[in-house]
């Protein structure tokens, strides 16, 4: 099977604003339990989530020779205004693609990056485009930024990559992607039995598709990069994927919240520039919503090196 990578790498935040200084009567409520869950900041925006989107997405075209990218894969979570097709013509005119093909990818919640890299990874295999720009953005409308089943708080942000057949500098490999879904199970609140065993269950099934087709087990994975929730919740997800948690990598839990389905690209770039993740090291990714569940298993790699024109 032909080889797809992860190139340019980046991302867009809202603005850095402690969590005291949230004037969130429910945030507000929970506080202590966040602080001793690892959160201290929160990302917070005034501009819609095609700026966001675009913001990122402009500095990930780029890292990637002009006239690379031959489609987009846009996803979020949030209710477009007016309409998803509205939403994806204004981010293509504000980004210069005015006559690229696009999709719209949403219905995992958090985990929307797992469904959007697989779609945009089937288009490169199948040879019908060759190189596909990749974002998702959200932010908080309305009502609460508290998210009580992960133990964490919602940050405005985008995150963006090029997938393609060729990778243009550091970037990575992507390996493979497999997923689950189990969507009869209720509520936390409802059935904490049920949604607890489905996700387990879950989970081990998207690891377990993905270590099985690369003949690894999940020793073989320097980090697993998932979103920032609180920290019982990401030892939750280690266990239930077979991963000790002091592999679980999280460095900006603190510093930017939960962002959306972000999150792993962001921490991805965060782990390189940081010397974390390099060489040949591979993680594994965990993109998940309360009932849907993906494993994504990414290589490290140099890439070959491209200068763009300044």
Known sequence: MATVHLSGLDHELGTRTPLAQVDEPTL????????????????????????????????????????????????????????????IWDFLDAVGLPRTPATFVSGAGCGNLGPALNVARGMVLTGDRSAVLVVTADRVREGTRYLANGQTVMSDAAASCVVGAEAFGAGFELRAIADSCRVDIGTVADRPILVARATTQGIRSAVRGVTERL???????????????????LDFLATSAGVPTDRVAAPLLADAGHCFAGDPLITLSSLVDTGQLGGDDQALMLTVSPRSWSAIAVRHIRGQTWTPHR
Not at 215 to 233: E, M, Q
């Open 28 to 87: 507000r409520e929970q506080l202590q339990a966040l602080h001793e869950q690892g959160l201290r900041h929160c990302r917070v925006a005034d501009r819609p989530v095609v700026e966001l989107a675009a913001a990122s997405a402009r500095r990930t075209l780029a890292a990637v020779p002009p006239d690379t990218v031959d489609a987009v894969v846009f996803c979020s979570d949030n209710s477009p205004e007016p309409s998803p097709t509205a939403e």
């Open 215 to 233: 003949s690894l087990t999940t020793n073989d994975f320097r980090h697993l990069v998932t979103g920032n929730y609180g920290r019982s919740a």
